[in-house]
Nanobody
């Protein structure tokens, strides 16, 4: 079963950096786009960043533009979310998701299209 597995979360001070990784538990059977989302208690899950199946196109939530970078290494079946200049407001459980797609330059910045979701990784930013 294709299952995204997140890692790299933890506790960091405001202004610090973390890099989240999202690896496929098993090698996916086809090309896939990837999205990162996050959720805090009592709030709906929100979009953070997305990348197309080839990495040629990316999208970011306004709240993280200029601070977060999404990238992928298909040789390792891994997608990364580099998070810099972290703020307490970035504290959340971060989820990655896979969407199998035939569209080369397409990314998905809403939850509905995604086929598989990981269990999440906690990121806590202290002030």
């Amino acid at each position: 079963q294709v299952l995204p597995i997140e890692s790299g979360g933890g506790l960091v001070q405001a202004g610090g950096s973390l890099r989240l990784s999202c690896a496929a538990y098993e090698r996916p059977s086809g090309p896939y786009a990837v999205g990162w989302f996050r959720q805090t208690p009592g709030k709906e899950r929100e979009f953070v960043a997305a990348i197309s199946r080839t990495g040629s196109a990316t999208d970011y939530a306004d709240s993280v533009k200029g601070r977060f970078t999404i990238s992928r290494d298909d040789a390792k079946n891994t997608v990364y979310l580099q998070m810099n200049s972290l703020e307490p407001e970035d504290t959340a459980v971060y989820y990655c998701a896979f969407k199998f797609t035939s569209y080369i330059g397409r990314y998905y910045n809403t939850e509905d299209p995604y086929d598989y979701w990981g269990q999440g990784s906690q990121v806590t930013v202290s002030s």
